[in-house]
């Protein structure tokens, strides 16, 4: 039995506790904040006309199997804990000239959906596209998504054959697939917006990505009763169930890796290490190797930072009719990725997009708003918190309201104005983010999203990397699938 501990309670981190639990390992996790559950962070706001629940972080389940499989390795059943829906549609696109298009989990209902709203050769494509985002699929959930990956030798050694290699179009990005298979700019806009599901520009992402929208609009999109946040209650509940010690407000300051092993963690306000056998990093890799584990030569990787995100939570009277996911996007899309990454090589500074893409969840639970009302989610993709020319200094006065106000604007000119209509909003910038969960910047995703993510295995023996910024790489199942990764490798007590 190893004495093992877990530093944050995000979904990567306590998905890990819970398997290496049921290993028969001692397991204690740290989490520095109040609660559990990390990015997948929930806000409760009461009002006379009723109370309402916010997801304030992931608002949908992919790859359900995933969990299912977590919670069996537990011992469990996913249904004893939770209550998954499935969405149809997934998502509703509301595109530049009005034109809607809603995803389904059925590949020939959704191209039959596409010839519909754009035309028998754009469905055409779509299903060309998506032959080559199988093959894409097949070979990164063969070889990568449940496998350690430590350094690009290890990805080149993989067993991929040559078709493999010609989906996944090394040095290929995810624009560049699409205006290769797409002519309808429609369609390459819903293919573009996967790569912010890593927190990358699609210009710059690898074509990889492409198997994104395959696992989405292959195995489904699903909603959890009570809201997304639930998952992380039903971690914690099994974690506790197999004797984890969690311990809330207790922040992690330093690992102790003299030797070149773990052998401690340093607790703030506390003067005792605590001895541990190994340790598993739940938290953004920027922090690991700049404050818990110095190291530079690690640290220099992770200077290509991901997208942040800038949120509105709105209580609004009455029933818009809007579907549980609605995204509506810009008339120019690169103007928006101009703005949120800007060109720090050429000395231009990010900045709010002016005309951003707008995604809008209103979940149809009334476990989650009072009778009479929506409790809505507004997200815009936003530069991350800073001063440097990469960010923006959301702490300046003014700013957060100016741009909330701007976001409304933009939601009223697409065609849905909710502004005389609400009960209440509240703000949560990148700034917010980063001082709630400790995610440098805000920045979502830990680095922006390519084939090779920070490894799970750390650069001392006994030191593991779990989550959305380590490999396999950000999202709900990603993280729990870096949970599997790092229990398997640890290996039974």
């Known amino acids: 039995m190893a004495r093992i501990v877990v530093v944050g309670a995000g979904v990567g981190g306590l998905a890990t506790a819970a398997r290496l639990a049921a290993d028969g390992h001692e397991v204690t996790v740290f989490e520095r ?88 050769r754009a469905a055409a494509d779509w299903q060309r596209l998506w032959r080559r985002a199988a093959r894409v699929w097949a070979a990164s959930s063969r070889d990568v998504l449940r496998r350690p990956v430590d350094s690009p030798r290890d990805l080149a050694a993989l067993a991929w054959r040559l078709g493999d290699l010609a989906a996944i179009a090394p040095g290929r990005t995810l624009r560049g697939l699409g205006r290769r298979h797409l002519a309808d700019p429609r369609l390459r806009m819903l293919l573009d917006r996967y790569a912010t599901y890593t927190g990358a520009d699609p210009r710059r992402a690898p074509a990889a990505l492409a198997a994104v929208p395959y696992a989405e609009l292959t195995y489904g999109g699903w909603y959890l009763r009570g809201g997304l946040a639930t998952l992380a209650d039903a971690l914690l509940s099994r974690c506790l169930d197999l004797g984890v010690v969690v311990q809330t407000g207790a922040t992690v300051t330093r690992i102790d890796a003299a030797g070149g092993r773990v052998h401690g963690v340093r607790l703030d306000g506390v003067a005792a290490p605590v001895p541990v056998d190994a340790v598993v990093a739940n938290c953004d890799a920027l922090t690991l190797y700049r404050d818990l584990l110095p190291s530079p030569r690690r640290l220099a990787g992770l200077t290509d930072r991901s997208l942040a995100g800038f949120v509105l939570l709105l209580g609004v009277t009455g029933s818009t009719g809007l579907a549980h996911h609605s995204v509506f996007f810009p008339g120019d899309y690169d103007a928006e990725f101009d703005a ?113 993510r920070p490894a799970n295995r750390g650069p001392v023996h006994g030191l593991w990397l779990v989550g959305g910024s380590s490999h396999p790489g950000g999202g709900l199942p990603m993280v729990t699938l870096s949970a599997e990764i790092v229990a398997t490798e640890i290996g039974v007590a």
């Open 33 to 120: 904040a109040d609660t559990v559950g990390g990015k997948l962070g929930r806000h409760v706001r009461d009002t006379p006309a009723g109370t309402f629940h916010f997801d304030t972080g992931p608002s949908l389940l992919t790859l359900p199997d995933v969990f299912t499989d977590l919670f069996e390795a537990t011992g469990a059943k996913l249904d004893e804990y939770l209550d998954p829906v499935p969405l149809d549609p997934i998502v509703r696109h509301v595109f530049p000239d009005g034109t809607t298009l809603d995803s389904c989990a059925d590949p020939a209902e959704f191209a039959a959906r596409i010839g519909a709203a754009l035309g028998d």
């Open 340 to 452: 949120v990454f800007g060109d720090p090589g050429r000395g231009v500074r990010a900045r709010p997009a002016p005309d951003p893409t707008v995604f809008v969840t209103v979940a149809d639970d009334p476990l989650v708003r009072p009778d009479g009302h929506e409790a809505w989610f507004v997200l815009v993709n936003a530069p991350r918190q800073g001063t440097s020319t990469g960010a923006v200094d959301w702490r300046r006065p003014g700013l957060a309201e100016a741009y909330a106000d701007r976001v409304l604007d933009v939601l009223a000119a697409r065609g849905v104005d909710v502004r005389d209509r609400l009960l209440f909003r509240e703000i949560r910038t990148p700034a917010d983010l980063d001082a709630a969960t400790g995610a440098p910047g805000g920045a979502i995703y830990g680095t922006a999203g390519g084939l090779l």
